[in-house]
């Protein structure tokens, strides 16, 4: 935030009719396909012409947030929280989750006992906010010990009772921030996680993938979409190389080889469904079924003319359309 008084000081900046609408749509469009670095880089290079608005500041200070640029998310939220945004709880509980990453634990007590003393919390909210007050309350009392705090900090968060009241999006950045760590340790937490139906199911597939990275040996019976299976991380392929999910990318390539938008498109359909359904695939659709149903699918997305409807199998297009939901992650 602090380029922008630069930025106004420079009148030699030309800028071109539709730049910043420009910037501003492929910004949240790499944001959406959590390609962050690139959000950030269009953000950023808005702020050469002018100021962001609400909403892009938030999505900007989380794509900070998300590439652990703590300093310049916790400035961006800041300056946000200067103006009083219209969604001032969400942006509070960004916030808050900056000030825990950059271990500001007593701030964060001292905000939320201002604000649950003042009734700006509203009910539906006051859960949450109480549950961020006493992680942060142990978080603190863990920094003075002389245990390992990484370690100490991680089995706190992935407890059940405090994982699932944080939002969605912070479940994901909470296991994605473990990758570089020996999970080991944490392998009941995560177990409790991957197993809870409660989780939302890309977050449980997100665990599921540390175990599989770290190649964890043991059982785990997990149940998604009213099926059951029994798994050992140690022997199971990454989303990427399960069977069914490589036919399927294969025949996919090769059908829409000449229609570029399309087979983008269905790309990155196929890569969200992966991740909510893992480790299940299709739940026992031929690769042949699931391919002309994300085509079809996405063919009908973009309003185009479809052939053989008759072929597609409606059973594959229902879930199609029910996996769609569950990949929609709240926004920040």
Partial sequence: ???????????????????????????????????????IQCFQDILQYGEMDEHTLHVYAYCLHETRQFEQAREVVESLLAQGP?????TMELYLSICMELRDFQHVQQIVR??????????????????????????????????SIEEEVAEVVLSLDVFLHLPVYEQLHRLQSLSEMNVRPLIDEIRTII????????????ALCLLVEQEVNGDLTIRKFEQTLTVNPMTLPTPDELPVTQSVKKIVNERLEKESSTLEMVQYVLTRHILVTYPFEWFGASAEKVSEGYIHYVHSLLGQEIS??????????ELIQQLEKFSDIPEV
């Fill in 1 to 39: 935030m602090k380029r922008k008084q630069k930025i106004y000081q420079n009148e030699k900046i030309v800028m071109f009719p539709g730049t910043v609408e420009r910037l501003l749509q492929q910004g949240h469009a790499h944001a959406e396909k959590f390609e962050y670095h690139e959000a």
């Fill in 86 to 90: 219209s969604q001032y709880i969400e």
């Fill in 114 to 147: 201002s604000l649950l003393e003042e009734n700006v919390v509203p009910n539906s909210s006051i859960e949450r906010f109480t549950s961020i007050y006493n992680l942060s309350e142990k978080l603190l009392k863990l920094s003075h010990s002389e245990q």
């Fill in 308 to 317: 053989d409807e008759s072929e597609t199998d409606n059973k594959v297009m």
């Fill in 195 to 206: 197993e809870t139906e409660e989780v939302h199911p890309i977050v449980r597939s997100v």
